[in-house]
Structures are given as C-alpha cells and as structure tokens.
C-alpha cells in the first residue's frame, strides 16, 4: 500500500524558512518522481518542486525558484522541501505526490500522479 505523510508545515513570518517532509512507502521502482504541489484558498492545486528518481534531477516552477529546494533521503524514503525567503503569497496547503510512472520524469500536474499525502498547511503571516 502506498502511503505519503507530510509534516512540518506551520505558521512563519514574512522572510522565515520552513523544511517540509513527505515520507514515502509502499513502491520500490527504478523509476519514479515526488513532486510537492500547493493549494491557497480559491486557487487551482500548483505544482512547485519535483524530484525524479530517474536520474536524481530537480524541477521547480519560476514562483519558487530560487527560494525552494528539494532534496531526498534515500536511506529514509524521505522527500525534503527547504523553503526560505517566504512570502504571504506562499501560504497554502502543501501536498507531496509520487508518479510511479512515466519512466520518473517530473511534470507539474497533477492528474499525472497516482499517489498523494494529506497536505500539511504552511501560513506566512507577522
């Protein structure tokens, strides 16, 4: 059974940082992407980050470029997002997802993967 558990999400001020952890398991492909998407009230799911297991590459959309890096444990099945430099504008809820297929190439969206946590909230506010 294949299971994504977010954490660390909370509330930040205005130019803080925050670490998001998405947990994996249940798969043991080759070839597979973890991406982390976000939510903000009224707005469509948006995809930010993506790490492919193919070939250890990293994506992220303009909006976080920069700011956000993805990273994995492998000996932990774990998918990190370190997001510094943070705005209101980045507050949402934010969902990691696994692609278990495509061959592990990373796409931004979200109808594309199979698999999705429970989303942890991330509010950046003073």
């Known amino acids: 059974q294949v299971q994504l558990v977010e954490s660390g999400g909370g509330l930040v001020q205005p130019g803080g940082s925050l670490r998001l952890s998405c947990a994996y398991s249940?798969?043991?492909?080759?070839?597979?992407?973890i991406g982390w998407f976000r939510q903000a009230p009224g707005k469509e799911r948006e995809g930010i980050a993506c790490?492919?297991?193919?070939?250890?590459?990293?994506y992220y959309t303009d909006s976080v470029k920069g700011r956000f890096t993805i990273s994995r444990d492998n000996a932990k099945s774990t998918v990190f997002l370190e997001m510094n430099s943070l705005n209101p504008e980045d507050t949402a809820v934010y969902f990691c997802?696994?692609?278990?297929?495509?061959?592990?190439?990373?796409?931004?969206?979200?109808?594309?993967?199979?698999?999705w946590g429970q989303g942890t909230q991330v509010t950046v506010s003073s």
């Open positions: 997802a696994a692609r278990l297929t495509g061959w592990g190439s990373c796409v931004f969206v979200s109808y594309q993967y199979d698999y």
């Open positions: 790490f492919s297991n193919r070939d250890r590459s990293t």
């Open positions: 249940g798969f043991t492909l080759e070839y597979y992407a």
